[in-house]
């Protein structure tokens, strides 16, 4: 009868031991699915004033229209400043270069910058990114304006992205100058089939995508409702992604320093906001954000969706 009596109580605490563990394993599962961290960058805005430092009582975060609690709010010292120039571009920009240059030159120590120009619709790296602010600034030429440019800014833009180093815990911009115009898939529609893939790379990378908008060297490129088109999906790339597009009716700017003096200030006041970005499932999933403040006279870019990505248990 003991022997008996020892095989039922050794049979009962193996069973209670395997479904304690089955539990276990699903509670695991869980913590990890709901504790899945996501980082975005927000910069914050004052109404015609420099805004104030902010902290992270200062912010309140919707996902998916609902309250979410902030884990974190740091300044994001580093960052990782790309610049995209379309070698398509009217060669008359260049003489914006030297405002451009002293933009690469003021970047504080801990800015890498990068140079790129898209050709083909790929990005060619005539600089990769240095805190030696003087040689990223010496890497800038005259565009080329020849056919081989007339291609998409929003293929080469992708082509960077995907190229860019895995710094997640760094902010990421990409400073794009750029007549907007798709010469391979945008067609006479409004839209460009490259354009929402640019988005969601942008988003999954969290980069944020500045655009400045100058004509290039094709006429077909500068007809009314062509530009207007561009200048379109250009500011649609820079505010689903948390940044600002600038454009001055559809000529050329007279100068684009004031542009880079703006977007300066923004990257001078940029923020890196975590929270629990919840249950994903097996592939991620892109969610809706909203922050908001009760700063006065303060706002925030930010992008419109952030990528969650899958949780480490599934």
Same mark, same amino acid.
């Not at 070698?87 to 240059?101: I, M």
């Not at 062509?226 to 790339?237: G, I, K």
């Not at 940044?243 to 700017?253: H, N, T, V």
């Given at each position: 009868?003991?022997v008996k009596?020892?095989?039922?109580?050794?049979?009962?605490?193996?069973?209670?031991?395997?479904?304690?563990?089955?539990?276990?394993?699903?509670?695991?599962?869980a913590v990890?699915?709901?504790?899945?961290?996501?980082?975005?960058?927000?910069?914050?805005?004052?109404?015609?004033?420099?805004?104030?430092?902010?902290?992270?009582?200062?912010?309140?975060?919707?996902?998916?229209?609902?309250?979410?609690?902030?884990?974190?709010?740091?300044?994001?010292?580093?960052?990782?400043?790309?610049?995209?120039?379309?070698?398509?571009?009217?060669?008359?920009?260049?003489?914006?270069?030297?405002?451009?240059?002293?933009?690469?030159?003021?970047?504080?120590?801990?800015? !890498?910058?990068?140079?790129?120009?898209?050709?083909?619709?790929?990005?060619?790296?005539?600089?990769?990114?240095?805190?030696?602010?003087?040689?990223?600034?010496?890497?800038?030429?005259?565009?080329?304006?020849?056919?081989?440019?007339?291609?998409?800014?929003?293929?080469?833009?992708?082509?960077?992205?995907?190229?860019?180093?895995? @710094?997640?815990?760094?902010?990421?911009?990409?400073?794009?100058?750029?007549?907007?115009?798709? !010469?391979?898939?945008?067609?006479?529609?409004?839209?460009?089939?490259?354009?929402?893939?640019?988005?969601?790379?942008?988003?999954?990378? @969290?980069?944020?995508?500045?655009?400045?908008?100058?004509?290039?060297?094709?006429?077909?490129?500068?007809?009314?409702?062509?530009?207007?088109?561009?200048?379109?999906?250009?500011?649609?790339?820079?505010?689903?992604?948390?940044?600002?597009?600038?454009?001055?009716?559809?000529?050329?700017?007279?100068?684009?320093?004031? !542009?880079?003096?703006?977007?300066?200030?923004?990257?001078?006041?940029?923020?890196?906001?975590?929270?629990?970005?919840?249950?994903?499932?097996?592939?991620?999933?892109?969610?809706?954000?909203?922050?908001?403040?009760?700063?006065?006279?303060?706002?925030?870019?930010?992008p419109t969706?952030?990528?969650?990505?899958?949780?480490?248990?599934?």
């Amino acid at each position: 009868m003991n022997v008996k009596n020892q095989s039922r109580r050794a049979l009962r605490f193996l069973a209670a031991s395997v479904i304690t563990g089955a539990f276990a394993l699903v509670a695991a599962s869980a913590v990890a699915a709901a504790t899945n961290p996501v980082t975005m960058t927000i910069t914050a805005v004052g109404k015609k004033q420099t805004p104030p430092a902010i902290n992270k009582n200062d912010v309140d975060l919707f996902q998916n229209k609902e309250r979410t609690q902030v884990a974190n709010l740091r300044r994001g010292d580093s960052l990782f400043l790309g610049i995209l120039i379309d070698d398509s571009l009217q060669q008359t920009v260049a003489t914006d270069w030297s405002a451009l240059r002293s933009f690469i030159m003021s970047q504080t120590p801990d800015t !890498y910058v990068a140079v790129a120009y898209n050709r083909n619709g790929s990005a060619m790296v005539v600089q990769d990114f240095t805190n030696d602010h003087q040689q990223a600034a010496k890497a800038l030429r005259i565009p080329t304006g020849s056919f081989g440019a007339f291609t998409s800014p929003y293929l080469a833009v992708q082509d960077w992205m995907k190229r860019w180093p895995d @710094n997640g815990g760094d902010r990421r911009s990409i400073i794009m100058i750029s007549s907007g115009v798709d !010469y391979i898939h945008g067609g006479f529609g409004p839209f460009s089939a490259d354009l929402d893939p640019s988005i969601g790379q942008a988003q999954k990378k @969290n980069i944020n995508l500045w655009t400045i908008y100058y004509p290039d060297a094709n006429r077909r490129g500068r007809r009314g409702f062509r530009t207007f088109n561009a200048q379109s999906n250009l500011e649609r790339l820079s505010a689903e992604t948390g940044a600002e597009s600038y454009y001055l009716g559809f000529g050329r700017p007279v100068s684009i320093a004031p !542009y880079l003096d703006q977007i300066k200030e923004h990257l001078d006041n940029q923020y890196l906001l975590s929270f629990v970005g919840g249950d994903a499932g097996k592939k991620g999933r892109f969610a809706p954000v909203r922050v908001a403040t009760e700063v006065p006279n303060v706002k925030f870019l930010t992008p419109t969706e952030v990528f969650v990505p899958a949780s480490s248990g599934r």
